[in-house]
């Protein structure tokens, strides 16, 4: 490709006790991709991004963010270097106001102006959030709550995002705009992992996709491709 990797896995590996959930796995992400790994339950999507993130300790292998090695970086450092993970089921303050738990996420930002534009940028893409404002994260419902943790997120301003499964449990409809704000953001210039269990929306809006199975990666191109191949189809786009 002729740059640099903004992520970049090599041979990595998760081991849970005598479980080995992720084996020898490579990847890259380039800067403004969006990537896609793909995979049936336990195949280990979670564990590769809880390992980028530093939130589970890796049996081998190397991480390599922006050319550091992520081992050097301290793990609560790392959405201030612009590597922000979005983790599964939608973790946000539920004793906190919406417009709280934005402030929240983007306290360390000394750019105001720049924050008061992602705040309306943010309420321009969820119309939902700018009306309940003032109501407490922990009242929202499953799909307003996805909405608000990717919003965070977003307040982070980063290089990179770790998505996982955004789609989880909800409703058609907001499934949409989930998958709406995430190409948004990407047109912004942020790179996305995705991680997605709907493997037909991901990788549509994805360029890029690995397969995993059982901890390793069985196969990897362009998504457009994988969504034709009949193997794909058959085991992931049923
Ligand atoms: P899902 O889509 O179901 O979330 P996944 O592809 O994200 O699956 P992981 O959550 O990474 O898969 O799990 C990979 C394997 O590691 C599974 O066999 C799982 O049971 C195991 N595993 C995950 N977390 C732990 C843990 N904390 N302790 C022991 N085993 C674990």
Redesign the pocket.
């Given at each position: 490709m002729g740059m640099d990797a903004l992520l970049e896995l090599d041979g990595i590996s998760v081991r849970?006790?005598p479980?080995e959930?992720?084996r020898q796995v490579s990847l890259q992400v380039f800067p403004g991709e969006v990537i896609t790994l793909i995979?049936?339950?336990?195949?280990?999507?979670?564990?590769?991004l809880r390992a980028v993130s530093r939130l589970i300790p890796l049996a081998g292998g190397t991480i390599h963010y922006s050319g550091d090695d992520v081992a050097r970086i301290p793990a609560h450092l790392l959405p201030q270097k612009g590597l922000v993970h979005v983790p599964?089921g939608r973790i946000i303050f539920g004793t906190l106001s919406v417009q709280e738990n934005l402030d929240l996420a983007a306290w360390w930002r000394r750019d105001d102006d720049q924050v008061q534009s992602d705040f309306a940028d943010v309420f321009g893409m969820f119309p939902r959030l700018a009306e309940r404002r003032k109501q407490l994260g922990g009242t929202l419902s499953g799909g307003e709550q996805q909405m608000l943790a990717l919003s965070r997120a977003i307040m982070a301003r980063p290089r990179i995002m770790l998505m996982d499964?955004p789609s989880m449990g909800l409703a058609p409809i907001f499934v949409k705009s989930i998958f709406a704000a995430i190409q948004r953001i990407n047109q912004a210039g942020t790179a996305i992992l995705l991680?997605e269990?709907n493997a037909h929306m991901a990788l549509s809006i994805a360029s890029r996709a690995y397969v995993?199975q059982t901890?390793r990666i069985i196969m990897s191109g362009d998504a457009e491709d994988l969504r034709n191949d009949r193997d794909i189809q058959a085991a992931y786009l049923g």
């Amino acid at each position: 490709m002729g740059m640099d990797a903004l992520l970049e896995l090599d041979g990595i590996s998760v081991r849970y006790g005598p479980v080995e959930a992720v084996r020898q796995v490579s990847l890259q992400v380039f800067p403004g991709e969006v990537i896609t790994l793909i995979g049936a339950n336990g195949a280990g999507k979670t564990s590769i991004l809880r390992a980028v993130s530093r939130l589970i300790p890796l049996a081998g292998g190397t991480i390599h963010y922006s050319g550091d090695d992520v081992a050097r970086i301290p793990a609560h450092l790392l959405p201030q270097k612009g590597l922000v993970h979005v983790p599964e089921g939608r973790i946000i303050f539920g004793t906190l106001s919406v417009q709280e738990n934005l402030d929240l996420a983007a306290w360390w930002r000394r750019d105001d102006d720049q924050v008061q534009s992602d705040f309306a940028d943010v309420f321009g893409m969820f119309p939902r959030l700018a009306e309940r404002r003032k109501q407490l994260g922990g009242t929202l419902s499953g799909g307003e709550q996805q909405m608000l943790a990717l919003s965070r997120a977003i307040m982070a301003r980063p290089r990179i995002m770790l998505m996982d499964e955004p789609s989880m449990g909800l409703a058609p409809i907001f499934v949409k705009s989930i998958f709406a704000a995430i190409q948004r953001i990407n047109q912004a210039g942020t790179a996305i992992l995705l991680v997605e269990q709907n493997a037909h929306m991901a990788l549509s809006i994805a360029s890029r996709a690995y397969v995993l199975q059982t901890g390793r990666i069985i196969m990897s191109g362009d998504a457009e491709d994988l969504r034709n191949d009949r193997d794909i189809q058959a085991a992931y786009l049923g």
